[in-house]
């Protein structure tokens, strides 16, 4: 990884810019100077010293005192590493035993609006996280790779999981998948892509991702609604099932030459289209 990217990560885990770049030079280039340190850093010389006295006092830089001058040297990255663990864990530790019984009471809301497609991925991550039993989704290749980590996660723990994937290429996570042979016309009769799974029959997330605009979703508990959903992804595999049994030369033929199939599979304003 770059230093760059080190960095970026630093960030994300509660260290300044500056703070980032003195570690990493620091680092990089053993005991330095304040000129030195500003140098190899790229932190400006008038914001060296007071960013690594801050870090001195976090334990994260030592001083060490040569003849007249002071040179400073970074904890070992181990160390850090371990600090920071225990930095985030803990709180996170003493979190989940102590919130479950804040909770007084359950949401009443049958459905939780999620807007934006980063939230969106993080919710489908949560629910298939949370699963025991069971997922079924349905989803395109552009939102693959946000969810592989938690399907394959789920699939150790034993979660049975049943998945349709819109994509020619694109590698198969675990589970038991089928993909879907007509991207392109779903594609085009929803504006977008569709992201929609179920996990234990007992929450669902169903989400559009147009081609232009925001992202949005629906995220809910409802046993009605979280059952509807899971027939309809059953019956998509089934459906797909079937189209690769019959095959699709001759499946084609059959509801192209149907006109009430051929509008409800290519949508209105696209058989209007093909009968221009």
Same mark, same amino acid.
């Given at each position: 990884?770059?230093?760059?990217?080190?960095?970026?990560? @630093?960030?994300?885990?509660? /260290?300044?810019?500056?703070? +980032?770049? &003195?570690?990493?030079?620091?680092?990089? !280039?053993? *005991?330095? %100077?304040?000129?030195?340190?500003?140098?190899?850093?790229?932190?400006?010389?008038?914001?060296?010293?007071?960013?690594?006295?801050?870090?001195?006092?976090?334990?994260?830089?030592?001083?060490?005192?040569?003849?007249?001058?002071?040179? #400073?040297?970074?904890?070992?990255?181990?160390?850090?590493?371990?600090?920071?663990?225990?930095?985030?864990?803990?709180?996170?530790?003493?979190?989940?035993? *102590?919130?479950?019984?804040?909770?007084? @009471?359950?949401?009443?809301?049958? @459905?939780? %609006?999620?807007?934006?497609?980063? *939230? &969106?991925?993080?919710?489908?991550?949560? &629910?298939?996280? =949370?699963?025991?039993?069971?997922?079924?989704?349905?989803?395109?290749?552009?939102?693959?790779?946000? $969810?592989?980590?938690?399907?394959?996660?789920?699939?150790?723990?034993?979660?049975?999981? @049943?998945?349709? $994937?819109?994509?020619?290429?694109?590698?198969?996570? =675990?589970?038991?998948?089928?993909? !879907?042979?007509?991207?392109?016309?779903?594609?085009?009769?929803?504006?977008?892509?569709?992201?929609?799974?179920?996990?234990?029959?007992?929450? +669902?997330?169903? *989400?559009?991702?147009?081609?232009?605009?925001?992202?949005?979703?629906?995220?809910?508990?409802?046993?009605? /609604?979280?059952?509807?959903?899971?027939?309809?992804?059953?019956?998509?595999?089934?459906?797909?099932?079937?189209?690769?049994?019959?095959? #699709?030369?001759?499946?084609?033929?059959?509801?192209? =030459?149907?006109?009430?199939?051929?509008?409800?599979?290519?949508?209105?304003?696209?058989?209007?289209? =093909?009968?221009?």
């Amino acid at each position: 990884m770059s230093d760059e990217g080190v960095i970026r990560q @630093f960030q994300q885990v509660g /260290l300044s810019l500056y703070e +980032a770049r &003195i570690y990493v030079g620091l680092l990089r !280039h053993g *005991a330095q %100077n304040g000129n030195e340190l500003s140098k190899t850093s790229g932190v400006p010389s008038s914001k060296v010293y007071s960013t690594v006295e801050k870090m001195i006092g976090q334990g994260l830089v030592h001083s060490i005192k040569n003849g007249a001058s002071t040179q #400073f040297v970074c904890i070992e990255p181990d160390e850090l590493v371990a600090r920071l663990r225990k930095h985030y864990n803990d709180p996170i530790d003493y979190l989940e035993q *102590a919130l479950p019984p804040l909770s007084t @009471f359950e949401p009443s809301e049958a @459905f939780l %609006n999620v807007t934006g497609l980063g *939230a &969106i991925r993080e919710a489908a991550s949560s &629910i298939i996280d =949370a699963a025991g039993e069971d997922v079924h989704l349905s989803l395109w290749s552009e939102d693959l790779d946000a $969810l592989r980590r938690a399907l394959e996660t789920a699939h150790r723990r034993g979660v049975s999981i @049943f998945g349709m $994937l819109y994509s020619d290429d694109e590698e198969l996570p =675990a589970g038991r998948w089928l993909r !879907h042979s007509y991207e392109e016309i779903v594609a085009n009769r929803i504006g977008g892509r569709m992201l929609t799974l179920v996990a234990d029959t007992s929450e +669902a997330l169903i *989400a559009r991702i147009p081609r232009r605009g925001d992202a949005s979703a629906v995220r809910t508990r409802s046993p009605v /609604l979280t059952l509807i959903v899971q027939e309809y992804l059953h019956h998509d595999l089934v459906l797909q099932r079937a189209q690769i049994n019959i095959g #699709f030369d001759e499946w084609d033929r059959w509801w192209q =030459a149907d006109p009430d199939l051929r509008s409800t599979i290519l949508g209105t304003a696209l058989q209007a289209g =093909a009968d221009a």
